[in-house]
C-alpha cells in the first residue's frame, strides 16, 4: 500500500539554526512528492513538488528538500530557520491509483514545526 | 489568500442531521477536490471533479456526496452524520500554477 511517513511529530529550531524535516515514502512506481504548510485556521499552502530531474527541489520561503531514491526519503529543509516559520508541516505522494493528477494526495500526519527567537 | 472560499467557516449540527458544504474554486481552475481533516485519520482525499464530472473517489462514506455545477462551485453533501463525521473539510483547486490550492475549510462539529 502507498504511505507517507512523518516520523517526528514535532521538531524544535533555534531561530537562525538550520531545520530538516524528515519524510519517508513508500509507493509503486516513480513518486511525485509534494511538502504543504499549514498556518493555524488555514488551509495548506503549496511549498515545493518533486516529480523528475534534480534531487534537490527548491520551494516557497527559501525552502528545499532532497530526493533520495535508495532512501525513499524526502527531507524538506532550510538553512536559516524563522519564527514565523513555525507551523504544521505535511509531506505528501501522488497516489499511483488516480493516474495523471496531481491532486489525489496521500498525506503524512504532519509534523508541528516551533521554531524559537 | 489562495482564492478558494469555503461556507461556512463553521458548522455545529446534531447527529441524523444533513449538511451542505460548499466550495467556489480558484477562477479558472476547473479541478476540485475535497479532504478530510480529523485528528485520529489526518488528512484524507475523499473525491475529485473536473469541469463537472467525478473523476476520482477517495476514502469517502456513501452518506456522503458531492457535485460540481456549471460555474465550477462545488457542494459535499453529508448526510446522516455521525459523532465521528466531526472534523476540518478543505476544498482545493488546480489548474494554473504547481500544487493544489486550499481553503481554510468548513470545521464540522456534530453533536
Known amino acids: 500500500a502507498q504511505s507517507v511517513a512523518q516520523p517526528e511529530d514535532q521538531v524544535n529550531v533555534a531561530e537562525g539554526n538550520p531545520l530538516t524535516v524528515k519524510c519517508t515514502y513508500s509507493?509503486?512506481?516513480?513518486?511525485?512528492l509534494f511538502w504543504y504548510v499549514q498556518y493555524p485556521n488555514r488551509g495548506l499552502q503549496f511549498l515545493l513538488k518533486?516529480?523528475?530531474?534534480?534531487?534537490l527541489v527548491k520551494g516557497s520561503y527559501g525552502f528545499e528538500a532532497e530526493f533520495n531514491k535508495s532512501q525513499t526519503s524526502f527531507h524538506l529543509k532550510k538553512p536559516s530557520a524563522l519564527v514565523s516559520d513555525s507551523a504544521l508541516y505535511f509531506c505528501a505522494v501522488r497516489d499511483p491509483n488516480y493516474g495523471g493528477s496531481q491532486g489525489n494526495l496521500i498525506f503524512g500526519k504532519g509534523t508541528k514545526l516551533s521554531v524559537k527567537p | 489568500d489562495s482564492g478558494v472560499t469555503q461556507t461556512p467557516k463553521h458548522l455545529i449540527t446534531a447527529t441524523g442531521q444533513r449538511v451542505t458544504l460548499r466550495c467556489s474554486p480558484r477562477?479558472?481552475?476547473?479541478?476540485v477536490y475535497w479532504y478530510q481533516q480529523s485528528l485520529d485519520q489526518g488528512l484524507q482525499f475523499l473525491i475529485q471533479y473536473y469541469n463537472g464530472e467525478e473523476r476520482a473517489k477517495g476514502n469517502i462514506l456513501e452518506r456522503f456526496s458531492a457535485q460540481q455545477f456549471p460555474d465550477l462551485h462545488s457542494e459535499l453533501n453529508l448526510s446522516s452524520l455521525e459523532l465521528g463525521d466531526s472534523a476540518l473539510y478543505f476544498c482545493?483547486?488546480?489548474?494554473?500554477?504547481?500544487?493544489?490550492?486550499f481553503g481554510s475549510g468548513t470545521q464540522l462539529s456534530v453533536l
Open positions: 477562477s479558472g481552475d476547473l479541478s
Open positions: 509507493v509503486s512506481g516513480n513518486p511525485y
Open positions: 482545493a483547486s488546480s489548474g494554473r500554477g504547481p500544487g493544489l490550492f
Open positions: 518533486y516529480i523528475t530531474g534534480d534531487n
